[in-house]
């Protein structure tokens, strides 16, 4: 089955550093999205991405978080400058968009910790 | 309004045994509801989904019920085993929306 990828894996950084996540979403997939998970909560949507620019974000989306697709394959989220509330799990996801396909596809996403 | 409650938090049951979550959300706009089978250290992966016009869906082992009334679904194990161990996460999209609203999750334990 196809995957997505994400790198890396961990990432430790001090707090009001930059951090970038990286993420190559399945090849044909249109729809790009990231999500977090903090440590025994629940998942939480953070934004979506279509056609090289947001479609929707939440409220956790604010000025210090961005994406980016630079070069037709990676897709990027970074935080400007991180706090310590940022450490958790984030996880790409991508889906090929068509009325009868909605699965969505996740990677196996990037523990931040923010120290 | 945009949230997905779930219920139980943990499961433990025997191997054989048949495991039953619930959620439920208040949010009539939301038309797709996922289950999410999450293993340590890995992403969620989409286990099953049903939209609103069918009350029940099968896949293998898999059983979502859903009651639109009363704005219930649920996921059914059927002779769950050891390997089922992992956490569960049901969620809900609106047609409109791209985004998925995922419940609290519920960690199964399945002994041998």
């Known amino acids: 089955e196809p995957e997505v990828t994400q790198t890396p894996s961990h990432q430790v950084t001090q707090m009001g550093q930059e951090v970038i996540l990286r993420c190559v979403p399945i090849s044909n997939h249109l729809y790009f999205y990231w999500y977090r998970q903090i440590l025994g909560q629940k998942v939480e949507f953070l934004v979506s991405f279509y056609n090289n620019e947001i479609s929707e974000k939440s409220e956790i989306f604010d000025d210090q978080f961005s994406v980016e697709r630079p070069d037709g394959s990676n897709f990027t989220l970074k935080i400007r400058s991180t706090k310590l509330e940022d450490s958790a799990m984030y996880f790409c996801?991508?889906?090929?968009?068509?009325?009868?396909?909605?699965?969505?596809?996740f990677g196996s996403g990037t523990q931040l910790s923010v120290l | 309004q945009q949230q997905v409650k779930q219920s139980p938090q943990s499961l433990i049951v025997q191997k054989g045994g048949i495991p039953i979550i619930n959620c439920a959300y208040e949010?009539?706009?939301?038309?797709?509801f996922p289950w999410y089978q999450q293993f340590p250290g890995k992403g969620p992966a989409l286990l099953i989904a049903i939209r609103p016009d069918v009350s029940e869906k099968k896949e293998g082992r898999f059983t979502i019920s859903f009651n639109k009334s009363a704005k219930q679904f649920s996921l059914h194990i059927m002779d769950s085993q050891p390997g089922d161990s992992a956490t569960y996460f049901c969620a809900a999209q609106e047609t409109s929306g791209s985004r998925l609203t995922f419940g609290e999750g519920t960690q199964l334990t399945v002994n041998p």
């Open positions: 996801a991508s889906r090929a968009w068509s009325p009868t396909n909605e699965k969505l596809f």
């Open positions: 949010n009539t706009a939301f038309d797709y």
